[in-house]
């Protein structure tokens, strides 16, 4: 069975440093994707970057990007110059092509500290 | 982006009657949404999905009778609690996926609270 693991409940990061959020997988498909949702204070997730595995190249979204190993099924998202507004829960998510079951990590909530 | 709303946003109901939630996507059409439950602090749990014009699939542990899931039209998903009792309320959230991206598009979610 898919899983998704996030080993860090909580983080917090100066505003404008760097800051990482860890995620690994559990999967014996070759093709999926794999994202990372934000969901605010307001609750509605939203999303933040996305990576489809049969990609190499990691994905790119402004402040935000990733770090995809597949053979160690990590996915692991960077956030740059964080920003007050980064604060919120984030999801790590897994779908395998061509299903609709969505499997969600436990989430880390990410502080940022002015 | 795609929209997807979701009403009301929260609800206070008493014990024993029925709570329905509306999930509509605005500008696009879902054959299939979802429903998930959060409770507070944890992930989303998905509860069931809803496909148009067909039976709701429902996850192992989630009573059907319970939670029933009404998808009549592409773009509108009900959920109803019925007979909600106090362990029923928690943050119930739809979603439906983008076609093509596989990109899960969610509603703002609904805060459920039975007295």
């Known amino acids: 069975a898919q899983t998704v693991t996030q080993s860090q409940p909580e983080m917090s990061v100066q505003e404008a440093e760097t800051v990482t959020l860890s995620c690994t997988y559990d999967t014996s498909e070759s093709d999926y994707y794999l994202f990372w949702y934000k969901q605010p204070p307001s609750r509605q997730m939203i999303l933040v970057i996305r990576q489809e595995a049969y990609k190499q190249q990691n994905a790119t979204e402004n402040r935000f990007s990733v770090n995809f190993q597949k053979a160690a099924k990590s996915f692991s998202l960077k956030i740059s110059d964080s920003q007050l507004g980064d604060a919120a829960m984030y999801f790590c998510a897994y779908v395998a092509s061509g299903t609709y079951k969505y499997i969600f990590g436990t989430g880390t909530r990410l502080k940022v500290l002015a | 982006g795609a929209v997807v709303s979701q009403h009301p946003s929260w609800v206070i109901c008493k014990s024993g009657t029925s709570v329905k939630i509306e999930c509509r996507s605005l500008d696009f059409q879902a054959t299939t949404m979802f429903w998930y439950r959060q409770f507070p602090k944890q992930s989303l749990m998905l509860m069931a999905t809803s496909n148009e014009g067909s039976k709701a699939t429902y996850e192992q542990g989630v009573e059907k009778d319970k939670f029933l899931i009404n998808h009549a039209s592409l773009t509108l998903s009900t959920l109803t609690v019925t007979s909600a009792h106090p362990e029923d309320s928690s943050f119930y959230i739809c979603?439906?996926?983008?076609?093509?991206?596989?990109?899960?598009?969610f509603g703002e979610g609904s805060r459920l609270t039975v007295l």
């Open positions: 979603s439906a996926r983008g076609l093509g991206t596989g990109e899960l598009f």
